[in-house]
Structures are given as structure tokens and as C-alpha cells.
């Protein structure tokens, strides 16, 4: 694998996304909470249905843009970063937040670390409290492709496959 050190423009357009997120354009009144890697775009629910390419949903948590650990992690390395539980009707599962998350005065974590990036207090032995911090720190200190899976370029906006 060749050695990455931009964001491939997936990566690039998932840490950009924002909260609260946006409305579709076709359907005005359903948020963009489907993220395909392959186009590098977010879709609604509706858009989504006929899309050819997998895709991963991006929800709102508390104030922080979240993607299901399990769906990320295929497309790149999510150890250390902090995960959270979130709830479903059906089950629990576990999400990483994109983006750092507000400053808060209190912490609930009585055994913590901080973040290696912001300083965020984070459970032990977690070592970033969200991707784009871990994101940052491996491209200050070595290769993003020590930590991309399945693709083999940077700067492909088709994430082609290795």
C-alpha cells in the first residue's frame, strides 16, 4: 500500500459534515444521514433507497455527529478512539463521534486520560475522544495509510479498492 499523507476525499467529506445536519434537496424535510464512500456524499433515507454503493449512517448524538463503530471501522482503524453506546427500539451498539466534541466543565469519568489531541477527559485506555482527532494525530506523527483500510490512493474520490 502506498504511503497516504492527505485525507482521501471521503475522509475529507466525512469530517465535514457538520451538525445539525442537512436537508435533502428532494425531500426537504429529511436530513442527509447516509454517507457513501465511494461518492464521497451524503444522502436522506429516501435518495439512499436506490443508491448502488454501500453506505453508513451518520445521526446526530447529543450535540456531536456519530457513525456506528462496526460500519466505520471497515474503512478505517477506529482503535483507541472512544466509543459510546447508542440505543435503538431493538438494541444497543456502539458509535464514534466524527468531530470533537463541545468543551464541557464536568467530567462523569472518574478514571480518565485525555484526549492525545484536545485534551478532552476520555476513558482509559482510549487515546482520542473522535476520529477527526485521531485523523489529525497520525497525520502530524506518520501515514493516514497506517490506519485506511481497503483503499488504495488518497486522493480517489471512488475509493477504490486494493
Known sequence: MARIDVKPDWLHELLSLKSP??????????????????????????????????????????????????????????????PYTQSSSSHAFKVVALNQRPPTNKSRIKDGTKCRVCKRVIEKPNEFCCLDCKVEHIMTHGYLSSILRNFATGSSSTGTPS
Open 21 to 82: 445536519q442537512e436537508n435533502c434537496e428532494i425531500h426537504s424535510s429529511t436530513l442527509k444521514e447516509m454517507f457513501c464512500v465511494d461518492c464521497c456524499k451524503s444522502f436522506c433515507k429516501h435518495c439512499s433507497s436506490s443508491h448502488q454503493h454501500p453506505l453508513f449512517q451518520v445521526k446526530p448524538n447529543n450535540n456531536y455527529l456519530a457513525v456506528r463503530l462496526d460500519d466505520l471501522d471497515q474503512h478505517i482503524n477506529c482503535s483507541f478512539i472512544m
